[in-house]
């Protein structure tokens, strides 16, 4: 199934999007994605389970997942007792730094979820009614639309934010990763795919070796947990790995190209395009 790059209706004046008490079931949830924009996403209701970049989280009420921007997942709702949630999706452009003296960011809760490999917090029953209650004040701000209800949107946002990073980066910093739904060598495989993305190429026959289970096995399990297959999962590793190179230096095309394991430039750009829908030039381009 290929990986979807899901794209907002990106409103220069307010890059931000609700979606409020959704109910999903398994045949309703999204495929593989990512996208540019930051998401948080709060559980009210039901079970199942999330995979975020190379890792798996149960999924219960009251769960918060920081889910940085570029970074593929995907919900498995449970049948029986699909999830119901909200997400926040906004650009962080949106969020301006503040001149206080502060030296944190705003965002650094997603940064060092990102860095810990962990994007799942819990929440007490006092943090609970506190952003229940925020979301349902966004979603009446949206809906009436009063004077300045971007910006009443925006306070509350920041608000949600500040209140993240006091309860996130404490547990983030001293927490490990993922959780204990997949088997001990799916982590150590993903954990290596991490780690040496673009450096070396990685084939079935290599990781499955590596994992020490048949290619068979390797290939059911793989994609049983990460929906996708290793091929598919390796191209968007490497994609992913291409964008943030494009954003954060000057390197040229060629140099990316390599440095991220394609053969061929043409190639690179064949790819590239089809799962962000621009060329590298396009998408350099648009974050300058």
């Known amino acids: 199934m290929q990986t979807i790059h899901k794209r907002f209706e ?18 309703s949830e999204l495929p593989d994605h990512l996208h540019d924009w930051y998401e948080m996403v ?11 970049n190379h890792g798996f989280y149960e999924m219960k009420p009251g769960d918060i997942f920081l889910i940085p ?24 452009r949106l969020i301006q730094p503040l001149e206080f003296g502060d030296s944190q960011s705003l965002l650094r809760c997603f940064e060092q979820a990102r860095k810990s ?11 609970q009614a506190y952003f229940s209650r925020t979301i349902d004040l966004m979603q009446e701000e949206w809906n009436n639309r009063l004077p300045n209800y ?18 996130a980066v404490p547990e983030l910093e001293h927490s490990s990763s993922g959780s204990s739904v997949e088997p001990a060598w799916i982590r150590a495989i993903l ?24 290619s068979a096995h390797f290939s059911r399990v793989f994609k049983r947990h990460t929906g996708m297959n290793v091929s598919e ?19 040229t095309i060629g140099s990316i190209c390599l440095e991220c394991g394609f053969e061929s430039e043409s190639y690179f750009y064949k790819k590239f395009k089809l799962i962000t829908g621009m060329t590298p030039v396009e998408y350099k381009r648009s974050c300058r």
Not at 10 to 27: C, G, Q
Not at 69 to 92: Q, Y
Not at 117 to 127: Q, R
């Open 117 to 127: 490999k962990n994007y799942k917090l819990d929440t007490t029953l006092e943090e």
């Open 233 to 251: 999962y390796l191209l968007i590793k490497k994609i992913m790995l291409a964008k943030e190179k494009l954003m954060l230096t000057n390197e």
């Open 69 to 92: 921007g570029n970074t593929v997942h995907r919900a498995f709702p449970d049948e029986l007792s699909p999830i119901t949630s909200s997400a926040i999706f906004f650009a962080p």
């Open 10 to 27: 990106d409103s220069a004046l307010f890059p931000f999007s609700l979606v409020y008490k959704d109910t999903k079931s398994p045949e």
């Open 191 to 214: 954990d290596y795919i991490e780690s040496n993305v673009g450096a070396r190429e990685m084939s079935l026959t290599d990781l499955s070796a590596r994992a020490s289970v048949t």
């Open 150 to 167: 971007r910006a009443a949107i925006a306070v509350r946002l920041y608000d949600w934010l500040i209140a993240l990073n006091r309860m």
């Open 42 to 52: 709060w559980v009210y209701s039901g079970k199942g389970t999330f995979f975020i």
